[in-house]
Structure formats: C-alpha cells, structure tokens
C-alpha cells in the first residue's frame, strides 16, 4: 500500500459523482450485475446512493450486501492512463429517521431532480461501507488501499449553513470559481457541498470538486480559503499559497 495514493483515491472519489454498482446477481446466481447510479459522500465520507425498491440492483443487495463501486475520471481520452477506483463495501440500507432525513438534504442538494423519490416512488438510500479500495492511478501505479474514507467535518447544519450563505450573499465569488477553474460557465452555478479538501459546485445537471489550496478543519479556515479564491488571479496550490 503507498500512502501517497490514498489523497488522489479520496479525490477521485469527491471528483466524480456516478459509477458502476456491481452486486451478486439474485436471478442468475455466481453472475455480477453492473448498473449506472449517482452518488454523493455521506458525513463519514461513504458513497450514498438512492436506489428504488423494485431495481434489479436491490434485489440483489437484499440477497448479499457485498458489492463494489467502480468510478474512473470522466471524459478520458485513454482510459487505462487516468485514474479509476474501485470501493469494495457492504450495502446498508438506512432505515433510522434521522440519519435518512440527513442523507436526503445532503443527496438532493447534489441531485435536486430526485427530491423526494424515497417517499413518493418506493426508492430508498443506501450507504456504501466500504471494506477495501483498489486504486490504479495510470500505467504501472495499481494499490490496495485501506483508508481512503475521510469524515466531512462540516456535514450536517455547519455546511449547510455555509452553502446557504454562499449561495445567497456570494454569486459573483461562485462565478470566480468557475473562471478560475475553466469550468464551464453556463448556467450559472451554485454551491451544493463543502468538505475539509474542498468544494462542490452543481452547473446543469453536473457536479464538480474543485480542491482548496489547504486542508479545512474549521468552518473559518473554510472562509478563509473562500476569501482567498474569491481575490485570486489563477487556482492557488499548495506550492503558490504564501504561509
């Protein structure tokens, strides 16, 4: 395992917001069946996922919880050069009150289209345990890594408090971001999540990460580094960010 890794795992996994659930197949026993689902990170940094009842994916995950998620960097030219992940993890479906009613202001802040599918059309969320990673980050640089899951220290009330704020008082620093990074910049953006290494931006139907230049363990290094991009001329790094 290389410890130097196990950030370009965890970023990959922030970067992207959909990839292959595999699962046991219930209907043709000792087959995986793939399926495309979104997701986003939960508050202990797990792979959430909204799946309906009546799925074949379900089915299967009732049967055995064992499965994995599979997530590369989209758009790659060559697949085999760039980075993909592989999250082997036990299925667990929430079922507390509380702890569904978190994963859905967070979820549907990502994936605003499906408010309300857990109520209304028998879709339920699903929290990915996971149990070992696979990274490959290129030709020749494939680890095993065991400790890719970061928790959001944010997650709950103090994010949703900063995106809030953001989102409402801070259009034109949202704006920046975009230019700064090359995002594209149509239709507008707005912020739908904020972890310790960094943002999430939703623009269309798309969701991107883009990195701060620190690591944010509090919500005023948060703004501190939100201050900072908002004044920048280029997309600070750890080697351009005076200390």
């Known amino acids: 395992m290389s410890d130097n890794a196990i950030r370009p795992a965890r970023e990959l996994l922030l970067k992207e917001y959909r990839g ?6 219930k209907s043709m026993p000792g087959y995986p069946f793939g399926s495309v689902v979104p997701y986003c990170l939960d508050a202990q940094g797990q792979p959430l996922i909204l799946i309906s009842r009546i799925a074949q994916h379900t089915h299967n995950l ?25 999250v082997m993890a036990e299925a667990r479906k929430l079922v507390d009150e509380a702890a569904i009613e978190a994963a859905a202001e967070r979820y549907y802040r990502f994936f605003p289209d499906a408010a309300n599918y857990h109520r209304a059309h028998d879709f339920d969320f699903w929290v990915l345990q996971p149990v070992r990673h696979r990274y490959i980050g290129g030709f020749g640089a494939i680890h095993w890594l065991d400790q890719v899951t970061l928790a959001n220290p944010f997650a709950g009330k103090a994010e949703a408090s900063m995106i809030e704020h953001m989102n409402g008082d801070h259009a034109s620093a949202i704006a920046h971001y975009v230019e700064l990074s090359g995002l594209p910049g149509t239709p507008a953006a707005c912020l739908v999540g904020l972890d310790s290494e960094g943002m999430h931006l939703r623009i269309g139907q798309g969701v991107h990460w883009l990195p701060f230049p620190r690591i944010c363990n509090t919500p005023i290094q948060v703004r501190e580094a939100l ?13 351009n960010v005076q200390g």
């Not at 292959?20 to 197949?25: A, E, G, I, W, Y």
């Open 20 to 25: 292959v659930l595999s699962t046991h197949s």
């Open 227 to 239: 201050v900072l991009l908002a004044r920048a001329e280029q997309w600070p790094t750890a080697a």
């Open 62 to 86: 009732r049967q055995d919880p064992k499965c994995s998620l599979l997530v590369g960097e989209r758009e790659a030219e060559d697949v085999q050069a760039v980075g993909r992940l592989t």
